[in-house]
């Protein structure tokens, strides 16, 4: 009992969620409840694009412009490829032999057939911003490797 786990975010519960939230100081566990009641996941978490967030945390009544700027940081950390390639430290209040599977809540139910279909929807949107990220990374890499050629070149001329 109470033994922490690693896992990762698309797997968090909504009780994971407000634990982490929580664990940010006595001054956030107000957000808690309404996390629990909204049923705030690491699914959804996932799933939010970025530029939903602050609208997202104003809905959760978070009218603290620093705690916005915090939970946002936060999940943007928890949101990184870096942060997805690795397991996250969670407290759990009981123990698990598994972490749940990812869309199942915690019934043990499986998601409904809307669910699933948003859930794809989620994955597919989050598939294709991924792939525009990557292609306008590689895009300004290029753009410096350019710059850096005619830097080197003009260097070399002079």
Not at 10 to 36: E, F, K, N, P
Not at 114 to 127: C, F, G, H, I, P
């Amino acid at each position: 009992m109470g033994a922490d786990q690693s896992i990762p975010l698309l797997q968090w519960t909504c009780d994971d969620v407000a634990s982490g939230v929580a664990s940010l100081g006595h001054q956030y566990t107000q957000y808690t409840q309404i996390i629990r009641d909204q049923e705030i996941d690491g699914p959804y978490l996932t799933g939010v694009p970025s530029d939903e967030i602050d609208e997202g945390l104003t809905n959760l009544g978070v009218s603290s412009r620093l705690h916005k700027r915090v939970l946002s940081r936060k999940l943007a950390a928890l949101r990184s490829p870096a942060s997805r390639r690795r397991s996250l430290i969670v407290s759990r209040s009981n123990s698990f032999d598994m972490p749940p599977a990812a869309g199942l809540r915690r019934t043990g139910t499986l998601p409904s057939q809307s669910e699933r279909e948003r859930l794809l929807q989620v994955m597919q949107m989050t598939a294709v911003r991924e792939q525009r990220e990557h292609e306008n990374l590689l895009k300004r890499e290029a753009a410096l490797l350019s710059q850096i050629a005619t830097l080197d070149s003009t260097a070399a001329h002079s």
